[in-house]
T-cell receptor
Framework: DVKVTQSSRYLVKRTGEKVFLECVQD?????MFWYRQDPGLGLRLIYF???????EKGDIPEGYSVSREKKERFSLILESASTNQTSMYLC?????????????FGPGTRLTVT | AQSVTQPDIHITVSEGASLELRCNYS??????LFWYVQSPGQGLQLLLK??????LVQGIKGFEAEFKRSQSSFNLRKPSVHWSDAAEYFC???????????FGGGTRLMVKP
């Protein structure tokens, strides 16, 4: 079974803090993604990575950065958290091989910025 | 640019009744289409996908979906809903050869006993 884990299920941070969200996948997938989930808006792509040290902006990258130093790990960084970044954050991974295109999701991190 | 619309934000059905969740997409090329389900407190799980071929696709948990190119739709159906189907359902269109996904806003399903 593919497993995608996220470092925290719930996180409470103060405005201005630097926040790290970690994601690890155990299936040697090339692609990893960070989404933000808000009611009525579905999932919106923040950043994705198709290889180690490679990253591409998604639809809503402002206020976020990412790091992928190892194939299995993809980190989302909020340099200076703001209240409008209170949301559910979902990590996903997928493989380039086999033509499946299925993305496997972690359980999510619910971040509250006060 | 691609987009996905799920017109129904909330749907309530009685247990044992049939279900249809609507999904309309906009995409210039041949679409890769997906339905995911998110149970409370969980990540998303793939229910089914359509890439090509038979336009009626079967998925897990007794779900099926039909691709209708003329209507740009990919509606999800289940003949008899169970209480455990209560969840949020997301339709998505794949682009960049299917590697990237654009999601709809989701439909929250409630099941009455």
């Amino acid at each position: 079974d593919v497993k995608v884990t996220q470092s925290s299920r719930y996180l409470v941070k103060r405005t201005g803090e630097k926040v790290f969200l970690e994601c690890v996948q155990d299936m040697d997938h090339e692609n990893m993604f960070w989404y933000r989930q808000d009611p009525g808006l579905g999932l919106r792509l923040i950043y994705f990575s198709y290889d180690v040290k490679m990253k591409e902006k998604g639809d809503i990258p402002e206020g976020y950065s990412v790091s992928r130093e190892k194939k299995e790990r993809f980190s989302l960084i909020l340099e200076s958290a703001s209240t409008n970044q209170t949301s559910m954050y979902l990590c996903a991974s997928s493989s380039d091989s086999g033509g499946s295109y299925e993305q496997y999701f972690g359980p999510g991190t619910r971040l509250t910025v006060t | 640019a691609q987009s996905v619309t799920q017109p129904d934000i909330h749907i309530t059905v009685s247990e044992g009744a049939s279900l249809e969740l609507r999904c309309n997409y906009s995409y210039g090329a041949t679409p890769y289409l997906f339905w995911y389900v998110q149970s409370p407190g969980q990540g998303l799980q793939l229910l089914l996908k359509y890439f090509s071929g038979d336009t009626l696709v079967q998925g897990i948990k007794g779900f099926e979906a039909e691709f209708k190119r003329s209507q740009s739709s990919f509606n999800l159906r289940k003949p008899s809903v169970h209480w455990s189907d209560a969840a949020e359902y997301f339709c998505a269109v794949g682009y960049n050869a299917g590697n990237m996904l654009t999601f709809g806003g989701g439909t929250r399903l409630m099941v009455k006993p």
